[in-house]
């Protein structure tokens, strides 16, 4: 049986690095080598005959997403040296079938992409009648964010046609083997193996993974990917995938060196009132952060008897916008605990005050069920109804800052280098 196709989705912006990395990804077993959209735009066709000129021996694609004018755009990448032209599925009838004459003139083949089409198996038939070489069952950035899964829709393209389907969107090495164990012929992988440190074994792993078809996924529930993926990011990560959002201000932690993350249980408190807090307790689940706002921070709402009991109940840490006491007792149990003071008095349990409602959280609005992640940079609130998007959002920034620190550290390279600094100012 014909071997499945491997291809690299260079989705980058600079050329030098883009050739680095087809170098390293060829070493790891791929066929196939993808000018990505983002890099035809900062480069331009240049970046495609450079890496034809480069990797004569590997079909080169140029993933156009062309919407109109399909003759002129397949032309100018086919003379460029592309093999393959990617146009979009959302094109007019006419747009690709002018492509496809384009591409039986120049040399090249036609790839649909499906990405955002509206009905994917209607138009993947389509597609088909029409003559193009290619479909590809394509699930974007911005919709992997939001948990949209390709294999949903692949299962069902491939039941309905008969030209090669091709896939991509987030894949691994596990969803690739799935991928093609449902009939894809070709697997395009772009982040999971550009981003790596080590791209010849990330694009290895996958081959490996392709080539033995495991075909077997497990899909994990939200919560626990969410929680997953924000295991594995800092907090920094996250406010660089909210658009340099802030943290809690003057919040800091008791016990350096200790994460949390989990879901937000609110409490709303007045200056030293520690019945609600302690009521929290109770009220938190397994893996839930306490979030605590004070009226003010003269007398402690918190202290080593609730931070044993939160152990008992397995909850992830405490926030507290007010003070705590007990300190050497905490810290001595390494509980996660972040607070805005510290003071030796505690105040009484009135039981002013309310659980799971809305607060202000060292200036940051903070809902009941919103994720909290917190590191030893700050705490950083995440709204529920972004965090899968937010989550997958800071694994992409933390899986592209350590392609940029292996640079920096196995090549001697400044960042200003790394990211073309200088080409990318702002124009004034």
Not at 100 to 105: L, M, T, Y
Not at 124 to 137: M, P, Q, S, W
Not at 151 to 167: C, F, H, R, Y
Not at 331 to 356: C, D, H, Q, S, T
Request: charged letters at 30%.
């Amino acid at each position: 049986m014909e071997k499945p196709i491997l291809q690299v989705a260079l989705d980058i912006l600079e050329l030098g690095r883009a050739i680095e990395i087809a170098e390293e990804a060829i070493k790891g077993g791929i066929d196939w080598i993808e000018a990505g959209t983002p890099l035809i735009k900062s480069e331009g066709m240049n970046s495609i005959r450079e890496l034809k000129k480069r990797f004569r021996e590997h079909k080169i694609v140029a993933d156009m997403k062309t919407i109109d004018t399909g003759a002129v755009e397949v032309e100018m990448a086919a003379k460029s040296g592309a093999d393959v032209v990617i146009i979009l599925g959302l094109s007019n009838n006419a747009t690709i079938a002018e492509a496809i004459r384009a591409g039986r003139k120049y040399g090249c083949q036609i790839m649909v992409d499906l990405i955002n089409h509206p009905k994917p198996v209607e138009r993947a038939k389509e597609l088909e009648e029409l003559g193009v070489d290619y479909i590809n069952v394509h699930v974007g950035i911005d919709q992997q964010m939001i948990g949209i899964d390709p294999i949903e829709v692949l299962k069902e393209v491939v039941k309905n046609v008969n030209i090669p389907i091709a896939t991509a969107g987030g894949l691994d090495a596990e969803r690739a083997s799935v991928c093609v164990s449902l009939g894809a012929k070709i697997v395009i992988v772009g982040s999971n193996i550009v981003k790596s440190r080590n791209v010849t074994e990330s694009a290895k792993k996958i081959r490996d993974a392709i080539d033995k078809k495991f075909g077997v996924y497990f899909k994990k529930s939200i919560d626990e990917e969410i929680r997953e993926l924000l295991m594995k990011v800092s907090t920094p990560n996250v406010s660089d995938a909210m658009h340099r959002a802030k943290a809690m201000s003057n919040i800091y932690p008791l016990v350096r060196g200790k994460k949390i993350v989990g879901k937000a249980v609110t409490v709303n408190t007045m200056d030293g009132d520690w019945a609600k807090p302690v009521e929290a307790i109770n009220v938190a689940g397994e893996g839930d952060v306490i979030v605590i706002k004070c009226s003010g921070d003269t007398a402690a709402v918190w202290g080593e008897l609730a931070t044993r009991s939160c152990l008992n109940r397995k909850i992830s840490g405490v926030i507290i916008d007010g003070a705590v006491r007990d300190v050497d007792d905490i810290r001595a149990l390494g509980f996660p605990l972040f607070a805005r003071r510290e003071v030796p008095n505690a105040g009484e349990p009135k039981g002013f005050g309310e659980i799971n409602v809305r607060i202000f959280c060292g200036g940051i609005e903070v809902n009941p069920g919103d994720w909290i992640i917190s590191d030893d940079n700050g705490v950083m609130v995440i709204p529920k109804q972004r965090a899968y998007e937010i989550a997958r959002r800071a694994f992409e920034v933390k899986k592209a800052e350590d392609r940029i620190r292996g640079e920096i550290e196995e090549k001697g390279r400044t960042l200003a280098d790394v990211v073309e600094l200088y080409k990318w100012e702002k124009v004034r």
